[in-house]
């Protein structure tokens, strides 16, 4: 099977295209009365590489465009990841404040009156401090009722900025 390769030859001061097998190359070559011929093949196709060859500008341009997107999918993958440590952290804040109010409700109903002992404190849940207050007042008093408003605050840090969550919260007792 002979491979067919197409050259372009110059002719004057047009183009002409011949057809040559593998053997004919081989030949060129090492027969030694067409060596200018493959001189010039291997210059045809050093410049058909060099016409399709990117300038430096052109490279500096792609590799700045290349490198912008790496850094929008970098920032965006840390502020989601600081989104949701603060969805997380927010999540624990939540649950404790429930369990918190419940306490809180759970000791009104067996003591009879308002007993806090704490109105402020720290815990920790999963090596992230928060800080607590806790403020109640008497909003209506009958024979028979009380009605307290309470209010939980609870605050922690999150990277640069404090974040606080505010939950209030009504408590009837009946006596």
């Known amino acids: 099977m002979v491979k067919k390769v197409k050259t372009i030859l110059p002719t004057g001061n047009s183009r002409k295209i011949k057809t040559l097998s593998f053997f004919d190359l081989h030949f060129s070559i090492f027969s030694g009365h067409e060596k200018k011929f493959v001189y010039f093949k291997r210059s045809v196709l050093y410049n058909s590489f060099l016409c399709f060859s990117f300038t430096l500008i052109e490279v500096m341009i792609t590799v700045v465009i290349l ?50 002992p704490k109105t402020s404190g720290v815990f920790k849940m999963h090596n992230k401090k928060f800080l607590w207050s806790l403020t109640y007042s008497l909003l209506a008093a009958t024979e028979n009722m009380d009605m307290y408003e309470v209010d939980l605050r609870i605050g922690w840090k999150e990277g640069k900025r404090n974040v606080k969550l505010e939950k209030s919260t009504y408590i009837c007792y009946r006596k």
């Open 67 to 116: 490198i912008t997107g790496i850094l929008f999918i970098y920032r965006s993958f840390f502020s989601s990841l600081n989104i949701s440590s603060y969805a997380k952290h927010y999540i624990y804040a939540l649950v404790w404040s429930d369990s918190k109010m419940e306490d809180i409700e759970s000791n009104l109903k067996r003591f009879k009156i308002p007993v806090f």
